[in-house]
């Protein structure tokens, strides 16, 4: 339906901005540039009756390899240069945010040590540098190192360098891993001979970075993507150094489908995970025979999800089979059909399952009460079990790496927004546990000097939302505090009170952070995710809207005073809440928006498109198309006034594509009558998750920062 247009020539604009920035006397004079707007050209939507012009499809092209690909880089680029323009006042801030924040991260530093089959694993990084150092020890920490991958080398002279799914063969030989070094989030597999060094001739491409081994140590399962619509659409298995061409063990069908594959942690099955939002289905071979046929653990059920753990003598399965907040079941290792499973964790309408994990005696349940992480331990045999408790008001806490099966220590995560991000070993047995590292924050951090709260805002239906707020000691409540609002709100995502040390930089500066836990997430349950999809979805935006005047009326800030930021589909919410309620909101960061919903959806050639039909709904239907049009931002952009905007973007975004928030940016220029600041900052380097390096960044949270302090007239 979208095709290729002629190439435009981009209009500039001369906007001042000297009068409605409302900076306090002797802070930012912004100065009055040629911001740079894009032609319209007609260009035609006609379904379900409706006609609707999109002026700015052009800016597709640079993804579609069309006729304009030259020119909407000369656009971004223009946009760019105007953005670096109108905060360049804000340059000397800029640096000092960077520095005070790249000066609370410890440089020299290691993780917490992981046993596994043998090794103790871990990363390290050094003063100065962008990456790191995976690492192993055999035996004991006192070991002589092991330099698995020096990742350090491997990213010279590199912009952008990510590796992930590192993997090691069960006979501790053989390391597989994936590299991306577009920030497409599409990987090439790479296999390393652990003992000579030799990096093998295999080289699997297109793949989402993990490798799956088999107990033979020479074949690898690994999940293949389309090139064009990223889809995962294929499990294959690779013979190591073999003649053979890859076999395809799986393909899916449905391209609503998620699939993926994994090993059981006793390390006796392959499983393949295939999922959409309403249902899954999995399936199954033993590690030690790789070449035989999965075989499906339990054909898939009409809106039922499930995932499967394994024991030595049974499955355990998680399911929201006549269950809205899962409850667990178990089953014998030859009798899977759902026919057997029996009932071990039943369902509770209070408390969503959230995930389960085996240990040889125990298994570990994390569940979500009032919006918080409990850790449920269940022994194997028998019907003992208990909670490991949690004290502060908000926090967000984790499992962490437990990959050793017959381990009788749980290793957890516990943060919350002042504490700083710890990592305990629990054990099983006793009920001890022993705080193996917590998060330095290099130059000193009083945590008592910083206050967090929970509390709740009433939504327009009478549903209470979550807030979990923090701010520093001697903040008073009078309405003159500036406050950024942070919220996600999709695909049952929750969003936890976790600590962020670069978040100081505003608190010591007098502003608040809070996070609105609102609905499209699973902070309070299954129900409040599905309450925030489909054509519930504008209770998400109507959520943040109330939080948002919920803290303007209890005077911890003013709208003068409130800023609103959330990226992706959270960037989908900035969108939507500055057409909906746009006097509401001093400033607004939007990153990596997904802002055009209705022709993305409409276009299966976008990447991930149609795995997000059950999502956003399928605008093909009627009634979604409706729906999606009444709030997607890009259609809604209306001749009124809109706070100040800053939005970001990546060229190479797998997730959102950078023409998204281009076109949203454009009619915004086009049709908004105020003069305050828009802001359109493209990364012509990365995608969807930034800069690689563990310090660059900062320099993007710098920016975002800058822009809410010069709003806010603090220059220091």
Same mark, same amino acid.
């Given at each position: 339906?979208?095709?290729?247009?002629?190439?435009?020539?981009?209009?500039?604009?001369?906007?001042?901005?000297?009068?409605? *920035?409302?900076?306090? &006397?002797?802070?930012?004079?912004?100065?009055?540039?040629?911001?740079?707007?894009?032609?319209?050209?007609?260009?035609?939507?006609?379904?379900?009756?409706? *006609?609707?012009?999109?002026?700015?499809?052009?800016?597709?092209?640079?993804?579609?390899?069309?006729?304009?690909?030259?020119?909407?880089?000369?656009?971004?680029?223009?946009?760019?240069?105007?953005?670096?323009?109108?905060?360049?006042?804000?340059?000397?801030?800029?640096?000092?945010?960077?520095?005070?924040?790249?000066?609370?991260?410890?440089?020299?530093?290691?993780?917490?040590?992981?046993?596994?089959?043998?090794?103790?694993?871990?990363?390290?990084?050094?003063? =100065?540098?962008?990456?790191?150092?995976?690492?192993?020890?055999?035996?004991?920490?006192?070991? &002589?190192?092991?330099?698995? %991958?020096?990742?350090?080398?491997?990213?010279?002279?590199?912009?952008?360098?990510?590796?992930?799914?590192?993997?090691?063969?069960?006979?501790?030989?053989?390391?597989?891993?994936?590299?991306?070094?577009?920030?497409?989030?599409?990987?090439?597999?790479?296999?390393?001979?652990?003992?000579? =060094? +030799?990096? %093998?001739?295999?080289?699997?491409?297109?793949?989402?970075?993990?490798?799956? $081994?088999?107990?033979?140590?020479?074949?690898?399962?690994?999940?293949?993507? @389309?090139?064009?619509?990223?889809?995962?659409?294929?499990?294959?298995? @690779?013979?190591?150094?073999?003649?053979?061409?890859?076999?395809?063990?799986?393909?899916?069908?449905?391209?609503?489908?998620?699939?993926?594959?994994?090993?059981?942690?006793?390390?006796?099955?392959?499983?393949?995970?295939?999922?959409?939002?309403?249902?899954?289905?999995?399936?199954?071979?033993?590690?030690?025979?790789?070449?035989?046929?999965?075989?499906?653990?339990?054909?898939?059920?009409?809106?039922?999800?499930?995932?499967?753990?394994?024991?030595?003598?049974?499955?355990?399965?998680?399911?929201?089979?006549?269950?809205?907040?899962?409850?667990?079941?178990?089953?014998?290792?030859?009798?899977?059909?759902?026919?057997?499973?029996?009932?071990?964790?039943? @369902?509770?309408?209070?408390?969503?399952?959230?995930?389960?994990?085996?240990?040889?005696?125990?298994?570990?349940?994390?569940?979500?009460?009032?919006?918080?992480?409990?850790?449920?331990?269940?022994?194997?045999? =028998?019907?003992?079990?208990?909670?490991?408790?949690?004290?502060?008001?908000?926090?967000?806490?984790?499992?962490?790496?437990?990959?050793?099966?017959?381990?009788?220590?749980?290793?957890?995560?516990?943060?919350?927004?002042?504490?700083?991000?710890?990592?305990?070993?629990?054990?099983?047995?006793?009920?001890?546990? !022993?705080?193996?590292?917590?998060?330095?924050?290099?130059?000193?951090?009083?945590? *008592? /000097?910083?206050?967090?709260?929970?509390?709740?805002?009433?939504?327009?239906?009478?549903?209470?939302?979550?807030?979990?707020?923090?701010?520093?000691?001697?903040?008073?409540?009078?309405?003159?505090?500036?406050?950024?609002? #942070?919220?996600?709100?999709?695909?049952? #995502?929750?969003?936890?009170?976790?600590?962020?040390?670069?978040?100081?930089?505003?608190?010591?500066?007098?502003?608040? #952070?809070?996070?609105?836990?609102?609905?499209?997430?699973?902070?309070?349950?299954?129900?409040?995710?599905?309450?925030? &999809?489909?054509?519930?979805? &504008?209770?998400?935006? *109507?959520?943040?809207?109330?939080?948002?005047?919920?803290?303007?009326?209890?005077?911890?800030?003013?709208? /003068?005073?409130?800023?609103?930021?959330?990226?992706?589909?959270?960037?989908?919410?900035?969108?939507?809440?500055?057409?909906?309620?746009?006097?509401?909101?001093?400033?607004?960061?939007?990153?990596?928006?997904?802002?055009?919903?209705?022709?993305?959806?409409?276009?299966?050639?976008?990447?991930?498109?149609?795995?997000?039909?059950? +999502?956003?709904?399928?605008?093909?239907?009627?009634?979604?198309?409706?729906?999606?049009?009444?709030?997607?931002?890009?259609?809604?952009?209306?001749?009124?006034?809109?706070?100040?905007?800053?939005?970001? !973007?990546?060229?190479?975004?797998?997730?959102?594509?950078?023409?998204?928030?281009?076109? $949203?940016?454009?009619?915004?220029?086009?049709?908004?009558?105020?003069?305050?600041?828009?802001?359109?900052?493209?990364?012509?380097?990365?995608? @969807?998750?930034?800069?690689?390096?563990?310090?660059?960044?900062?320099?993007?949270?710098?920016?975002?920062?800058?822009?809410?302090?010069? %709003?806010?007239?603090?220059?220091?």
């Amino acid at each position: 339906m979208k095709k290729s247009l002629p190439i435009y020539v981009i209009i500039l604009l001369f906007i001042s901005c000297s009068e409605s *920035t409302n900076m306090k &006397k002797g802070a930012y004079n912004w100065p009055a540039e040629k911001a740079p707007v894009a032609a319209q050209k007609e260009h035609v939507r006609i379904l379900h009756g409706d *006609t609707v012009p999109d002026p700015y499809y052009w800016m597709i092209d640079y993804f579609k390899k069309g006729p304009d690909s030259t020119q909407v880089l000369n656009y971004l680029n223009a946009e760019n240069s105007y953005t670096e323009k109108m905060m360049a006042g804000t340059n000397n801030l800029q640096n000092k945010l960077f520095n005070e924040m790249k000066a609370r991260i410890k440089e020299k530093d290691e993780s917490v040590p992981v046993f596994k089959n043998g090794y103790f694993y871990y990363t390290r990084v050094e003063e =100065g540098k962008q990456y790191y150092k995976y690492c192993r020890k055999k035996g004991s920490l006192t070991a &002589k190192e092991e330099i698995l %991958l020096d990742v350090d080398k491997m990213a010279e002279g590199k912009p952008y360098y990510n590796i992930t799914g590192m993997s090691v063969s069960p006979n501790n030989n053989l390391l597989v891993f994936g590299i991306d070094e577009v920030s497409r989030r599409q990987y090439t597999l790479k296999i390393k001979n652990i003992t000579t =060094g +030799e990096i %093998l001739s295999d080289n699997i491409e297109g793949t989402n970075g993990y490798g799956v $081994w088999a107990n033979d140590n020479n074949t690898i399962f690994y999940t293949l993507n @389309h090139p064009v619509t990223l889809l995962s659409e294929k499990i294959m298995r @690779h013979q190591i150094n073999g003649n053979k061409k890859d076999v395809m063990v799986y393909q899916e069908k449905d391209n609503s489908n998620y699939i993926g594959v994994s090993k059981s942690k006793n390390g006796r099955y392959i499983f393949i995970s295939t999922q959409a939002t309403l249902s899954s289905e999995q399936l199954f071979i033993h590690a030690d025979k790789p070449a035989s046929a999965f075989q499906s653990f339990q054909p898939r059920l009409k809106n039922v999800l499930y995932d499967v753990v394994a024991l030595d003598d049974k499955f355990l399965i998680r399911t929201n089979e006549n269950a809205l907040n899962f409850k667990v079941m178990e089953c014998p290792l030859d009798k899977t059909n759902h026919s057997f499973w029996k009932e071990l964790v039943p @369902h509770r309408s209070d408390v969503l399952v959230q995930s389960v994990e085996a240990f040889k005696d125990y298994t570990v349940i994390t569940e979500r009460k009032n919006g918080l992480i409990q850790l449920r331990i269940k022994q194997n045999s =028998g019907s003992s079990e208990h909670y490991i408790q949690f004290d502060e008001p908000a926090y967000s806490a984790n499992l962490g790496s437990n990959p050793e099966f017959n381990s009788s220590s749980l290793r957890y995560t516990y943060t919350s927004l002042t504490t700083p991000f710890s990592v305990f070993d629990y054990e099983l047995s006793t009920k001890t546990k !022993t705080l193996k590292k917590q998060q330095e924050v290099v130059g000193g951090y009083n945590p *008592t /000097d910083y206050i967090t709260e929970r509390i709740y805002a009433t939504a327009n239906d009478g549903t209470k939302i979550p807030i979990s707020l923090v701010y520093k000691k001697g903040f008073k409540k009078e309405g003159t505090a500036p406050l950024l609002l #942070y919220a996600y709100g999709s695909y049952g #995502y929750s969003i936890d009170a976790d600590f962020n040390s670069t978040i100081l930089s505003l608190l010591n500066r007098g502003f608040v #952070y809070a996070i609105a836990h609102i609905r499209g997430g699973e902070d309070l349950g299954r129900q409040w995710y599905e309450d925030g &999809k489909l054509l519930k979805k &504008k209770n998400s935006f *109507t959520d943040f809207i109330n939080c948002g005047e919920f803290l303007v009326n209890n005077k911890y800030t003013s709208k /003068d005073h409130l800023f609103a930021n959330g990226g992706s589909a959270g960037g989908l919410l900035m969108g939507a809440v500055t057409n909906m309620a746009p006097e509401l909101w001093k400033g607004v960061i939007a990153e990596v928006p997904f802002v055009d919903v209705v022709n993305t959806m409409l276009d299966e050639s976008i990447p991930l498109t149609t795995n997000e039909f059950d +999502e956003w709904g399928n605008p093909k239907e009627k009634v979604y198309y409706d729906y999606q049009k009444s709030y997607s931002p890009y259609e809604n952009v209306e001749k009124k006034n809109y706070p100040h905007l800053l939005i970001t !973007t990546g060229l190479h975004d797998s997730q959102v594509q950078y023409f998204e928030p281009a076109k $949203w940016v454009a009619r915004l220029r086009t049709m908004k009558t105020d003069q305050n600041l828009l802001l359109l900052k493209t990364n012509m380097d990365y995608g @969807h998750g930034g800069a690689s390096g563990r310090f660059d960044y900062l320099k993007e949270t710098a920016l975002n920062f800058a822009f809410l302090l010069a %709003l806010e007239g603090i220059s220091e």
